[in-house]
């Protein structure tokens, strides 16, 4: 067969498809009605708040957690803007108001290819042409700072959109426009006061607003921001946020007491040894000052350095971890202390100050404990590999004068 035979078959078969492709929605029996803008944004904002729950219900770090929800309201903005320039639904056609553009197209789009064909092509010269140019697509950049407009415009038409405001008040902390952010936080809990939401949410709502009016205030906790706390947590006293903000807050101000209640509080919401867990409990401990040095009944005592082969291991911005396990207790730490790497050699105090939950197991309680000492270079309490660390000693609870060696590369065993 001749390349022009082949050249012609070809040319006829994708003509067919073509036809194919554009007269079957005109002739089929039924038409899909489009489910139109309030539908389809009614339907993204649901799948919006099962995620959000979904990250909500997960135990992120807080720096993962807001990461992974400013990604998530970023696509919903994107979503939402596409829905926004999505045609009404259209009445369905009539029979012979579909069948006439098809019968239209059948006649017109083959007469239109071979004309346009015999106009420019060359039968002879496309025969033997073997090279397709590529498609290039170029991707157009999304303006963030134009869509958090467009939606506060559109909050202006809609201003009972409670996940709206909430997506707005994200957006402005995430440009870093705090006061805007707080403003819409207020909106926003104001809003979920009115439309009776769970107390949950409400607090959130107002946990967020005093997050935001700190960061616009320069860090300050008082005023506005003590009392959006308070309010946050006659809703719901175990919001995180607003306990660890209260916590601050009241540490700031000398009321070290009320410090101590609010962290101790936060405490058993954390994932045991994580990172953010190790940060409050060492906080905790340095509520007591120069009292900590003074164990408490049953605290033990002792020295860690690090060896002479590890000291080029061992930065002064590393962080030091004294832990304390007991086997009844189960793998979680009973204690742990955090010290920065550049104080060693230096004197340590665990005790039950030093708790990894107050209502946990305590390790004035235990009989037989192991306790050890490891360096984090990033500062995470999560065990790495070629960690330099010690051995990990036996030790009864009480015992004075325990001496800690970092001189190996990943913790051992006890004896």
Not at 133 to 148: E, F, L, S
Not at 407 to 413: F, S, V
């Amino acid at each position: 067969m001749s390349p022009i035979w082949t050249l012609w078959g070809t040319a006829l078969a994708l003509l067919l498809v073509a036809l194919a492709g554009l007269l079957w929605p005109l002739l089929r029996e039924s038409i899909a009605q489009p489910e139109g803008r309030a539908g389809i944004e009614a339907r993204l904002r649901s799948l919006y708040r099962a995620q959000r729950d979904e990250l909500d219900r997960q135990s992120l770090p807080p720096a993962d957690h807001r990461q992974a929800v400013d990604e998530l309201q970023r696509r919903l903005l994107d979503d939402i803007d596409r829905a926004a320039a999505t045609p009404q639904a259209r009445a369905a056609d009539g029979p012979w108001q579909k069948r006439a553009p098809a019968a239209v197209l059948s006649v017109l789009l083959p007469l239109a290819a071979l004309g346009l064909y015999l106009q420019v092509g060359d039968p002879r010269a496309a025969a033997t042409l073997a090279q397709a140019q590529p498609d290039t697509h170029a991707g157009k950049g999304i303006d963030a700072d134009a869509m958090v407009a467009r939606l506060a415009e559109r909050l202006q038409q809609t201003p009972d959109d409670l996940e709206g405001w909430m997506v707005l008040a994200r957006s402005r902390e995430v440009q870093e426009d705090f006061p805007a952010a707080a403003q819409a936080y207020q909106r926003a809990a104001d809003l979920a006061a009115r439309q009776r939401a769970p107390a949950e949410l409400q607090a959130r709502l107002l946990a967020d607003r005093a997050d935001a009016l700190a960061s616009a205030r320069g860090g300050a906790l008082d005023g506005p921001v003590q009392a959006a706390l308070d309010a946050a947590l006659a809703l719901h006293p175990d919001q995180p946020k607003a306990l660890a903000l209260a916590g601050t807050a009241a540490a700031r101000r000398g009321d070290r007491d009320a410090a101590r209640r609010h962290w101790q509080r936060l405490l058993p919401l954390l994932e045991p040894d994580s990172d953010i867990a190790l940060r409050l409990q060492n906080d905790m401990a340095g509520l007591d000052g120069a009292r900590a040095t003074a164990p408490l009944p049953n605290g033990i005592t002792g020295t860690v350095r690090v060896a002479a082969a590890l000291q080029g291991k061992v930065q002064p911005g590393d962080t030091v971890f004294i832990v304390a396990r007991s086997a009844a207790a189960g793998p979680a730490p009973l204690a742990v202390l955090r010290l920065p790497a550049s104080a060693l050699p230096a004197d340590f105090v665990l005790d039950d100050r030093h708790a990894m939950s107050p209502t946990g197991p305590r390790l004035s309680q235990a009989v037989d404990l192991t306790i050890e000492a490891r360096v984090s270079p990033s500062g995470t309490a999560q065990r790495q590999p070629g960690q330099p660390g010690s051995r990990a000693l036996a030790v009864r609870a009480g015992s004075q004068g325990v001496a800690l060696v970092i001189d190996t590369l990943g913790a051992r065993p006890a004896p």
